[in-house]
């Protein structure tokens, strides 16, 4: 029994039925590139006509420079850019659906809103940073929702250091001063719908902090900021964080990234209990394959397509 297997067959003694992946809506272009993308008016208002709230701090709109993100291996090159948006929206239909569409157990069953997605991996270097960034820009793609993506990997701010927004305050000191106004640390981004939060300012104590009361307190400040937005928290390895069960328990979705081929079993296994039951948990099945002479092959499931996707013979 493959890796994938055992983690779904896990899923589906812990009682969770992950959804269907919907079929990918018509996206021509195929591009993670929104055609829609620009720069952020200057009053902070990115869509024309909803019910959103989110603003930030508009005169500090972060530019998105795709190349110098796909230079740093943190988006597919061009060749790949088109199957992997094809990968991502069979990801993120069944996180939408869960999120918006009434497939979350009621408030009063639940211990986080299904609008909270932590995505997390068993050990580092499995593609976590990739996923959540490819994940948060196929998020910010639709047109009625909009995408918080979090850096919450104290160790490895890497989302920060990529985006250019590492000495701009963020997580850690929405956690060091509960005075802070969280919304006034979210920056926008020339990509409509996308906002980022930095990983703010350097603390000894980042992981007591995320697993604080104080971070239950900012997810559901970012959350309650826009009834129509996804958190997205980019986070360290779940088996290298002392409190990564808590952290996990603030979420109410869990995409947790296996690096095919490399990840351990056990690790995954042991990574799933962690995490627990309380959240919704998905698995992306991440090829990360360097070697393009192989073809680069990104493979994504989610849920019941983790088996289909994941068949590459690699387990
Ligand atoms: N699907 C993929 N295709 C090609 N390269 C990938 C893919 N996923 C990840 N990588 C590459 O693998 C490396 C590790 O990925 P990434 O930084 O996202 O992992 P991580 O889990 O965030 O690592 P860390 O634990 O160090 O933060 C990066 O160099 C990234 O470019
Ligand atoms: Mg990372």
Redesign the pocket.
């Known amino acids: 029994m493959s890796i994938v297997e055992r983690a779904l067959k896990r899923l589906q003694q812990s009682g969770q039925q992950p959804a269907q992946a919907a079929p990918p809506p018509a996206d021509p272009s195929g591009r993670a590139i929104p055609a829609k993308a620009k720069v952020a008016p200057s009053h902070g208002v990115l869509r024309d006509s909803s019910t959103r709230r989110l603003a930030g701090d508009a005169a500090k709109t972060v530019h998105i420079d795709f190349d110098a993100l796909r230079r740093?291996?943190?988006l597919?090159p061009e060749h790949q850019q088109r199957e992997l948006a094809h990968q991502y929206r069979t990801l993120k239909r069944p996180i939408l659906k869960f999120a918006f569409d009434g497939d979350a157990p009621p408030a009063e069953a639940r211990t986080a809103s299904p609008r909270t997605l932590m995505v997390t991996?068993a050990l580092?270097?499995?593609?976590?940073?990739?996923?959540a960034l490819n994940l948060a820009l196929s998020l910010a793609l639709e047109k009625d929702h909009s995408v918080i993506l979090m850096d919450g990997?104290a160790p490895?701010p890497?989302v920060s250091h990529v985006l250019g927004v590492s000495s701009e305050p963020g997580l850690l000191d929405l956690l060091t001063e509960p005075a802070r106004d969280v919304e006034s640390l979210l920056l926008p981004t020339d990509v409509r719908g996308l906002y980022v939060l930095p990983v703010g300012r350097r603390s000894e104590s980042a992981t007591e902090l995320l697993a604080s009361a104080r971070m239950r307190q900012v997810v559901s400040a970012l959350e309650g900021l826009d009834e129509n937005c996804i958190v997205l928290l980019?986070s360290?390895?779940i088996l290298l964080t002392s409190e990564a069960q808590v952290l996990a328990s603030l979420f109410g979705q869990v995409v947790m990234?296996v690096r095919a081929g490399v990840t351990p079993q056990q690790a995954v296994t042991d990574a799933l209990g962690i995490i627990g039951e309380g959240p919704r948990v998905g698995l992306v099945l991440?090829?990360?394959?360097?070697d393009n002479s192989v073809g680069?092959y990104?493979g994504y499931g989610y849920g019941d397509d983790f088996t289909g996707a994941g068949q590459t013979g690699q387990q």
């Open positions: 740093s291996g943190l597919p991996s580092p270097g499995e593609g976590k940073t990739f996923t990997d490895k890497h980019d360290p390895p990234v991440n090829q990360a394959l360097h680069g990104y």
